[in-house]
């Protein structure tokens, strides 16, 4: 199993990114890809996450309305889209796969790391003011 991040940067509050995952080695189209960050001094905190096999999303409170999260079963790419970044969005963002989500055990919520078995190795996001 493999997950890359990318797409990270520099950028003024306000502006826009989008981070990419790419996962390969299991089967994608019954996974749950979640999206996390941790900042310094933070523990780590769930952003986002998708289930691929009926495009359900969840999000944050702190990111509703400004992140979007999307993926491309075709592709195996889950995709982060970030408007009106605000200096507090500083982190390393990681995503994380659940590959036995659909019919799977249950190993928590959407937003806890202890879903997830497999992480990619993080992009950094800063924001600057």
């Known amino acids: 199993v493999q997950l890359q991040a990318s797409g990270g940067g520099l950028v003024q509050a306000g502006g826009s990114l989008r981070l990419s995952c790419a996962a390969s080695?299991?089967?994608?189209?019954?996974?749950?890809i979640g999206w996390f960050r941790q900042a310094p001094g933070k523990e780590r905190e769930g952003v986002s996450c998708?289930?691929?096999?009926?495009?359900?999303?969840y999000y944050a409170d702190s990111v509703k309305d400004r992140f979007t999260i999307s993926s491309d079963n075709a592709r195996k790419m889950v995709y982060l889209q970030m408007n009106g970044l605000k200096p507090e969005d500083t982190a390393v963002y990681y995503c994380?796969?659940?590959?036995?989500?659909?019919?799977?055990?249950?190993?928590?919520?959407?937003?806890?790391?202890?879903?997830?078995?497999?992480w990619g190795q993080g992009t950094q996001v800063t924001v600057s003011s």
């Open positions: 998708i289930s691929t096999s009926d495009g359900s999303t």
């Open positions: 994380a796969a659940d590959p036995d989500s659909l019919g799977g055990p249950y190993k928590g919520s959407w937003w806890s790391p202890l879903k997830y078995d497999y």
């Open positions: 080695g299991f089967t994608f189209d019954d996974s749950a």
